[in-house]
């Protein structure tokens, strides 16, 4: 710890006392540049007009015809010619000019994203004709993402395309970002705004820590005073079930999963102003009034627990289910006696983790009852506590050293994301995106094969110190150093390289409406918030 | 999660940390949570014993004053204050007389100078007044208009939402109040990111809901140069990031308008004859170039630039500076001019032969000297146009004589470098010396950093700790000033970044010396966050929890309303 303070204080001696050189530079700033970087793409001279009266989207004959996708035409036309922001121009004579996009999807329509789904495509802008194709739904989106970034705005006003070839597809499947609306409240308006800026940025999983110790903001149709108890504020300060398949709506538009977390058996503090379902803790021989993680002794735990997890399985529409299993407190399961009676039934001896185990197997078997194709997710520990879970489980690891915990992981041939590196609460002061841009998945001891099985990581905002008033502009555009490392090819590394593209993309999110802050020091964009 | 181990490391010194994994309901926070209606900062003295809860309607409260002359300043903030006493959205009329409740119906100003309305606000102003609520009456009594400014917003805080949403405040309350420093300042750079105004205005407003008085304007620096200079243009045209990056002098003016009406004096710095890179693009040739081994424009890493400072021997660079300093004269009206003068570093003047040169003309044996050399003709530039001086504290640390009343910034100290002093040795030295000091260094508050209550360290700050000098001498220690330098700040967070950050400063500046416990304040702290947002400020969370439905983003937020914005274009 001293070490940090040292550095820290070293770091403050390297900015402030060299203001005038270090900071003079403001960072080079890129044009019409995609991000995250595409795998493959080579760049023409020749650039092309776009005129808003007459450019459109259009599917090629023999295309599948698919609802997001055609929504999503509008939504990227109207980013691509904000009214806000367009100049009259007069059209340049003799310069070619596009009319239009033209896009084929080759594979029927999905209704959701999934963890399978496929995002390449590829984009072709040459000879005043520009052409999207893509296998899935899902990738079209991707596709007219990357195309909508490549116009920029010349100097005489018009929009303008190079002529461009890319052949894009995502590195990793899962690219996601945790957002925890317990400890702060979040209104839908926000996280609308984050799904905006993750689409922006092509990450596809919205991983919901909806609720935690201190609220419970999720409505829940069959136990509703969870909330009405357990939310900061029953009436403003939770989801109901319209907020929440408006969310999921919003983000399926956009190729976005939302995974849920109710996690448990810790984390539970919120659950318990309704439930009883909580463990009591002991002082001495007596219980004193405050409560521990969920008591896995109590059989009106698991009858919650089923009729609950039926409700969640069917109002999340993703195959996989959070569980938590993170960070459970033993002291007030040491100090209950009838917990103690039962591991003494159990013959657990004094192995507290073995109770743990008992709760998430008994947990894991109920999911698998109430929805047998639910896959699930949880947290390093259950593993770590060497609780049997399902071969297609995915773990995510969050503890340091992370590399040991991946290669650990992997090597019982569970299926991996890593966020340890990435948890975007945690600021310091200066340019901290480098160090999150620099964490690779891959760099764990590990075979090929182990390295197959991790199939992506999450950026984590936990809610301590940010609510509706600060979270946009702390999640980005430090996470999009993240998205970079998730999409981007393993080769995509140079930090000063991307430098001036994370600066041109965090301008672009301004315009987009998002609050992404500064992250490189001094600069500016051309159109800066409320400008 | 959160990891109570992770934490632990990225925690701030001197902090209790057995509280520090913070869930109330497994691990109570130290402290005594306020009662509703805690002001902030703390006033001198407070005394309220009553339970007698007095309501407030809109369509019968009123603000009286025994002004004998039309007060501009009075009538806004009796305006301004109605909206913010009943914010709009949040506050809901009583449709019916409840009977069983007692109602505050008047505040009467009384304010001693009845016959003067001041014009700007200046640094002898008399701050302080009392306030009196007893038996359905409430009193202001203040010597000046400024005094009754701080007691009309002391005034507003007392009245909060009780649970069932009406607009209370507690009878029997006793105010007598003062501020312990008389500069309370805030530093914003607008060189390294531009802020657009309207955002600049809204943080004028929040200064004044925490009794600050300065804003400090570093409006120029080596980025870029957003200050219309209508005597040399190409200054700004060349120094500008674009068209849009400009603060015209009309919007000077309606910034330092806007300020005095809440009465917060604005005190620009022109920066030099180091942070001068966007000023220089207009006149390269007033620029010392900087050479290494025996050729010109040589950068050297971590040391110099190619061409980075003033060069104090071309005696044309004087006229144009006066030229610009009498434009800042004219356009800011108050009494001092910040002149910058911080981090002159000599390698590149001792690179350059002809300085050389002219040095041994001059005789001038030191480098000092020469900084010596061109802050006094500027210091004298100032003093003719009748305007004082404040400057970092490098050009007193250098040596140069300084005239009488001129203000000196401390800003360095040896946590940031360790060749410096602390910063108590500093101000002992300045104010030994006579001049007025004013505190930064403890509080920079662009350095963030992740932990539990990151604003105890601004918070525990005392000026006065290591102080060594008599009462008179202590009296030079005029105040001190958070900043906010800009390379990680633009309009979309500086709100968040400032507030409540900044409010911990703040106490520490008005408050007396005992209000210094963080972990009783942090309550109160929370109260005047959820405050903000009421009056459209967002101001970031400090501790779990929630304010209500007028948080940013929700049904009843009034971030965006239009009371507390001014001019939005794009008022979502």
Known sequence: MEIVYFLALAFIFLVKTNQAIRLKNVVPITKGQVFPKPQMQISFGTQNILNKNEFRFEYVKGSQICDVVSIAFKRYYKIIFDSRLLRQTNRIKNVSSIKKLTLMVHEPCELYPNLESDESYNLKIASSIAYLESKTLWGALRGLESFSQMIIESDDGSLVINDTLINDFPRFNHRGILLDTSRHYIRSSIIKVHLDAMEANKMNVFHWHIVDDESFPFVSSSFPDLSKKGAYNPYTHVYTSDDVKEIIEYARLRGIRVVSEFDTPGHTQSWGKSIQILTKCYTGEKPNGDFGPIDPTNNLTYSFLEEFLTELTAVFPDKYLHLGGDEVDFSCWQSNPDIAEFMKQKGFGKDYSKLEQFYMQKLLDLINKVSPKSGYIIWQEVVDNNVVVKPDTVVEVWKDPWPEELSMVTKLGYRALLSTCWYLNYISYGDDWKKYYKCDPYDFPGTDKQKSLVIGGEACMWGEYVDGSNVISRTWPRTSAVAERLWSAQNVTNVADAQGRIEEHRCRMIKRGIKAEPFNGSGHCEYEVDL | ?572
């Open chain 2, 1 to 572: 999660m959160l990891k109570l181990l992770i934490v632990l490391g990225f925690l701030i010194l001197n902090i209790v940390q057995a509280k520090l994994y913070y869930i109330e309901v497994k691990y109570p926070l130290l402290g005594k949570e306020s009662p509703p209606g805690s002001p902030w900062p703390m006033p001198h003295f407070i005394n309220g014993t009553s339970d007698q809860i007095l309501l407030l309607r809109k369509k019968k409260f009123q603000i009286k004053t025994n002004l004998e002359v039309q007060c501009d300043i009075v009538s806004e903030n009796v305006k301004h204050y109605r909206n913010v006493i009943f914010p709009p959205k949040i506050y809901n009329p009583q449709r019916k007389r409840l009977r069983e409740h007692k109602y505050l119906n008047v505040l009467s100003i009384n304010i001693a100078q009845s016959k003067e309305c001041p014009k700007y606000p200046h640094s002898n102003m008399d701050e302080s007044y009392n306030l009196t609520i007893s038996s359905n009456e409430a009193k202001l009594n203040a010597n000046s208009v400024w005094g009754a400014l701080r007691g009309l917003e002391t005034f507003s805080q007392l009245t909060y939402f009780d649970t069932d949403n009406k607009l209370v405040m507690n009878d029997s309350t006793v105010i007598i109040d003062k501020p312990r420093f008389v500069y309370r300042g805030l530093l914003v750079d607008t060189a390294r990111h531009f802020i657009p105004v309207p955002i600049l205005k809204k943080q004028i407003d929040a200064m004044a809901y925490h009794k600050l008085n300065v804003l400090h304007w570093h409006i120029v620096d080596d980025q870029s140069f957003p200050f219309e200079l209508k005597t040399y243009p190409n200054v700004t045209e060349k120094g500008k990031y674009s068209d849009a990056h400009v603060y015209t002098q009309n919007d000077v003016k309606s910034i330092v308008e806007h300020a005095r009406l809440r009465g917060i004096r604005v005190i620009p710095e022109f920066d030099t004859p180091g942070h001068v890179e966007s000023f220089g693009r207009a006149f390269p040739e007033f620029i010392t170039v900087c050479w290494k081994d025996g050729k010109p424009y040589q950068p050297i890493f971590g040391v110099q630039g190619a061409a980075e400072i003033i060069n104090p021997t071309n005696e044309y660079v004087y006229p144009v500076l006066k030229d610009i300093l009498t434009e800042f004269r004219d356009v800011f009206p108050d009494e001092y001019i910040h002149l910058g003068n911080d981090e002159v570093y000599y390698e590149c003047w001792k690179s350059n032969p002809d300085i050389a040169k002219w040095m041994e003309k001059m005789n001038f044996s030191d480098y000092h000297h020469l900084q010596a050399y061109y802050s006094s003709k500027l210091l004298k530039i100032v003093q003719d146009l009748d305007k004082k001086s404040t400057v970092w504290q490098d050009v007193y640390d250098n040596g140069v004589d300084l005239q009488k009343g001129t203000q000196i910034q401390i800003w360095k100290d040896s946590s940031i470098l360790p060749e410096h002093g602390t910063w108590s040795d500093y101000l002992n030295k300045v104010t030994k010396d006579g001049y007025a000091a004013i505190l930064s260094s403890p509080w920079y508050i662009n350095f963030i950093s992740y932990g539990y209550q990151e604003w105890y360290k601004f918070y525990k700050v005392e000026p006065l700790a290591n102080f060594t000098g008599d009462a008179e001498q202590a009296k030079l220690l005029i105040g001190g000033e958070a900043a906010i330098w800009s390379e990680y700040v633009d309009g979309g967070n500086l709100d968040s970044r400032l507030w409540p950050r900044l409010s911990a400063i703040a106490e520490r500046l008005w408050s007396p010396a005992h209000v210094n416990d963080p972990e009783e304040a942090k309550f109160r702290l929370d109260e005047q966050r959820c405050r903000l947002l009421r009056r459209g400020i967002v101001a970031a969370p400090i501790l779990n929890g929630y304010c209500g439905n007028y948080e940013y983003g929700m049904a009843k937020s009034n971030i965006f309303d239009p009371v507390f914005n001014y001019g939005w274009p794009n008022v979502q």
